[in-house]
């Protein structure tokens, strides 16, 4: 059984320095741990034939399919804040890019694949955890309609890789509208190569925002693309963690999770990673650190927006500057849809923030709250359920202004907060388990963040909250 994969592959017809050129390194026994049915078949692929041997060899990079032109792509970018000239696909290699059905483009990179000339120290392997955790999160977001990349497959690879100590090695399939970082435009304004960041413009304006016209409109759309993104992490409580610019993808998905949490308890200086000291991605700088990380972009981009300098200068901030109102209007318009509003008040903005305030003080769960609120058990969230009930007489009062009958408003709560989301200590469960040789709560997991509005009754444990031995404080890069 051969799956054909449809690939035509754009990124590998762009110069030779873009990237370098190798396949991935095969590994010693590969065995399918998930496979994305409904991912593939969206994709066009055959899912029955990626699950026989031929696929998964496929998947784990020991076969590389008909059209592919595999390579690991060349990138720079600013990691906390510091300039690191070379960075690039260390453990990654793209297979190519898949035209779906609907005539969509995705890259098919697998996530583990082996050394490639950008890998310095690493070894260029990935572990099952961080596999795992890529899978369930990136998958849990793509279901509550976030952008992001997607996972179509996790194969264990039957080889030991050394972090701590000895861990199953794994290759997670990643599918992406593209891998293109702020650090890939970085990567050639840093080595004054302009014709290189002129062909990367017209690659993403053809890939990403064909409606752009030129270099400022592609700024000013990835910007807003950025912005739009960013509101709905606020939204759904989630934290990146490692938001640095090799990080930040061009067209406004979420990619590269590593140490990535859902909160659990709100808190707006809420920060897992393990590296990250000083809290610079904490929950809430991430509207701040991507405007930073957009500034990076802009910078980046000076050299296509003509001259003189001055005026280039000029309508480069002036892009940047459109972050704060498109996160604004959407952090606003998201956040009403959560309280069931849909018209809209002048005082709305300081509602939520009285609501998020009291939650931060009395360490009020940020999914069961919001989620609370259409079943009245939002007050049992709160450790003075009091000062819930006096955030809620206004609310009542607004909500009432709106003229919906409970039945309306009920629905569309239930429609815009997510019941479940990938708690940190149900990822962390499920990890243990299937280095252990059981993936049933990974596979249950899986399951349940395809449907994150349901109110499945044999769900209730993965809606609940940590308990107090379980909770995660500190997540890890995992690479
Ligand atoms: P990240 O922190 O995952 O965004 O990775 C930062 C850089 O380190 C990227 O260039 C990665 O390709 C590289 N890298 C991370 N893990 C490994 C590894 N195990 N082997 C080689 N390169 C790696
Ligand atoms: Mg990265």
Redesign the pocket.
């Known amino acids: 059984m051969t799956v054909h994969w449809p690939l035509d592959n754009s990124y590998a017809r762009l110069p030779a320095r873009f990237y370098a050129r190798l396949a991935p390194t095969p590994v010693a026994a590969p065995r399918l741990v998930a496979l994305n049915a409904r991912l593939a078949a969206a994709l066009g692929l055959d899912a029955a034939a990626l699950a026989a041997p031929e696929g998964v060899a496929v998947l784990a990079g020991n076969v590389v399919p008909e059209g592919a032109e595999p390579l690991a792509q060349a990138y720079a970018g600013h990691?906390f804040g510091g300039w690191v000239p070379q960075?690039?696909?260390?453990?990654?290699i793209l297979l190519g890019e898949v035209v779906a059905p609907d005539g969509r483009r995705f890259d098919i990179q697998l996530k583990g694949a082996g050394?490639t000339p950008?890998?310095?120290m690493?070894?260029?392997?990935?572990w099952l955890g961080p596999v795992i955790r890529e899978y369930l999160v990136s998958e849990a977001m793509a279901a509550l309609g976030v952008p992001t990349t997607r996972a179509l497959a996790a194969v264990a690879t039957g080889e030991t890789v050394w972090r701590e100590g000895p861990l199953p090695g794994a290759v997670l399939t990643r599918v992406a509208s593209s891998h293109i970082r702020v650090g890939t435009f970085q990567f050639f304004a840093a080595r004054r190569d302009l014709e290189a960041l002129d062909l990367l413009a017209r690659h993403v304006i053809a890939r990403h925002f064909p409606a752009a016209g030129g270099p400022l409109g592609l700024l000013e759309a990835a910007v807003a693309a950025q912005a739009r993104l960013v509101a709905q992490w606020m939204a759904v409580g989630f934290v990146h963690g490692?938001m640095?610019t090799?990080?930040a993808h061009v067209g406004g998905d979420t990619i590269?999770y590593?140490p990535c949490a859902f909160m659990d308890a709100y808190h707006p200086d809420s920060v897992f990673s393990s590296i990250d000291h000083h809290g610079r991605y904490a929950y809430a700088n991430q509207p701040q650190v991507a405007v930073w990380n957009m500034a990076q972009l802009a910078t980046a981009m000076l050299p296509l927006l003509g001259e003189p300098r001055e005026a280039a200068i000029e309508a480069a901030t002036a892009a940047v500057h459109g972050f704060a109102p498109v996160f604004e209007a959407e952090w606003l318009a998201r956040f009403r849809a959560k309280l069931g509003l849909t018209t809209a008040e002048a005082a709305d903005g300081a509602l939520v923030e009285a609501l998020l305030g009291r939650m931060a003080r009395l360490g009020a769960d940020f999914t069961r709250t919001f989620r609370g609120l259409g079943d009245g058990s939002a007050r049992d969230e709160f450790a003075e359920p009091a000062a819930f009930e006096a955030w809620a007489e206004d609310w009542r009062a607004r909500l009432a202004r709106e003229g919906a009958g409970p039945a309306a408003v009920a629905g569309r709560l239930k429609a815009a907060n997510p019941a479940i989301i990938p708690r940190n200590h149900r990822v962390e469960q499920a990890i243990a388990a299937a280095v252990a040789g059981d993936p049933a709560p990974f596979e249950r997991l899986a399951v349940a963040l395809a449907r994150p509005f349901d109110d499945d009754p044999a769900l209730a444990d993965l809606r609940a909250g940590p308990a107090e031995g379980e909770r995660v404080h500190r997540t890890f890069?995992g690479?």
């Open positions: 990691q960075l690039g696909d260390g453990r990654a050394r950008y890998s310095r690493g070894d260029g392997r990935a490692v640095n090799d990080n590269d590593g890069c690479t």
